[in-house]
Nanobody, 123 residues
Framework: VQLLESGGGSVAAGGSLTLSCAASGFAYPTYCMGWFRQAPGKEREGVAIIDSNGRVDYTDSVKERFTSSASDDKSTIVLQMNSLRPEDTATYYC??????????????????WGQGTQVTVSS
């Protein structure tokens, strides 16, 4: 299983960024795939999850601002981040899990991770 993120960068508050994750080496349609983030000194937290049926769940702090989607062949997932805030600053990770329950999973439930991409939002 390989996951490769791209698209991080620096932006002023209120701006937008788009992250992409290219997946290979596993049967994506049967997996859940999602986005996590980790800010300095904080625990890694779930941001969004796409289950095997294409349903997307978001953590409360990003609802109405972030949108995640999958490509038609489900080998790429995207996280569109709008109205970014300084508190969104973190390293963002793409991750995959074999099973998902309802809602954004904990990091412990994920079985594969990308290397991460930095997102910095200045005030």
């Amino acid at each position: 299983v390989q996951l490769l993120e791209s698209g991080g960068g620096s932006v002023a508050a209120g701006g937008s960024l788009t992250l992409s994750c290219a997946a290979s080496g596993f049967a994506y349609p049967t997996y859940c795939m999602g986005w996590f983030r980790q800010a300095p000194g904080k625990e890694r937290e779930g941001v969004a999850i796409i289950d095997s049926n294409g349903r997307v769940d978001y953590t409360d702090s990003v609802k109405e601002r972030f949108t995640s989607s999958a490509s038609d062949d489900k080998s790429t997932i995207v996280l569109q981040m709008n109205s970014l805030r300084p508190e969104d600053t973190a390293t963002y990770y793409c991750a995959a899990a074999t099973l998902c329950g309802g809602g954004v999973p904990s990091p412990a439930e994920m079985v594969a991770w990308g290397q991460g991409t930095q997102v910095t939002v200045s005030s």
